[in-house]
């Protein structure tokens, strides 16, 4: 049985961090590229950011590039995301999900093509 638990939200204060996990357990982690998503109250679910399985390729959302990092530790088979100099606008719920194979080479591909989502963390981000 495939388990996908994000943690590490919160309230912050704009301009300030946070590192949000994400762990999968009961699948080949390393099979699978990764990608953080977020959905904010009466607003489509987004992509944010995502990684291929090896780690070496990302991408990432315009409204978060050079703010929020992703990485993935495959020994751990947890996935990260460095989010730094927040803003209000970034308020959301947080989700983590796994797409099987090779990660798209431009962006992150379609939202309904990763198969194993977590049920969220929030993050928000006060002004």
């Known amino acids: 049985q495939v388990q996908v638990v994000e943690s590490g939200g919160g309230l912050v204060q704009a301009g300030g961090s946070l590192r949000l996990s994400c762990t999968a357990s009961g699948l080949t982690y390393d099979d699978y590229a990764m990608g953080w998503f977020r959905q904010a109250p009466g607003k489509e679910r987004e992509g944010v950011s995502c990684?291929?399985?090896?780690?070496?390729?990302?991408s990432y959302a315009d409204s978060v590039k050079g703010r929020f990092t992703i990485s993935r530790d495959n020994a751990k088979n947890t996935l990260y995301l460095q989010m730094n100099s927040l803003k209000p606008e970034d308020t959301a719920m947080y989700y983590c999900a796994a797409y099987y194979g090779r990660k798209p080479s431009a962006g992150c591909g379609l939202i309904n093509a990763y198969t194993y989502w977590g049920q969220g963390t929030q993050v928000t981000v006060s002004s």
């Open positions: 990684i291929s399985r090896s780690g070496y390729s990302t």
